[in-house]
Nanobody
Framework: QVQLVESGGGLVQAGGSLRLSCVQS???????MAWFRQAPGKERDFVAR????????YYADSVKGRFTISRDNAMKTVYLQMSSLKPEDTAVYYC???????????????????WGQGTQVTISS
């Protein structure tokens, strides 16, 4: 089993910044990791994903230029640096891991087989 534990969520004003962390534990090799988010009453949406090496990243259009995903494999941690936050960024943010290889790095929920419990991010206007 892989366990993912997110932290770093909280309440900030619009325009502020937060850094989310996701620490991995367990014996499996993780190929790729991603962040998703789910606002109240809405579906879980892709936010950003990163390759094992950290050299390949991809973002949803809604966060491009404001969010940065990174990872430290030695620390078994993936980060999501969020800046210029907007009220519409309010959601529960989930870390996801993929422990099997694929031809491409996915952005869909079904392609990630381990998930964290989520961390709440609330942006006030």
């Amino acid at each position: 089993q892989v366990q993912l534990v997110e932290s770093g969520g909280g309440l900030v004003q619009a325009g502020g910044s937060l850094r989310l962390s996701c620490v991995q534990s367990g014996p499996f090799f993780i190929y790729h990791m991603a962040w998703f988010r789910q606002a109240p009453g809405k579906e879980r949406d892709f936010v950003a994903r990163i390759s094992w090496s950290g050299g390949n990243t991809y973002y949803a259009d809604s966060v491009k230029g404001r969010f940065t995903i990174s990872r430290d494999n030695a620390m078994k941690t993936v980060y999501l640096q969020m800046s210029s936050l907007k009220p519409e960024d309010t959601a529960v943010y989930y870390c996801a891991a993929k422990t099997f290889p694929s031809a491409s790095i996915p952005t869909t929920i079904k392609d990630y087989n381990f998930w964290g419990q989520g961390t709440q991010v609330t942006i006030s206007s």
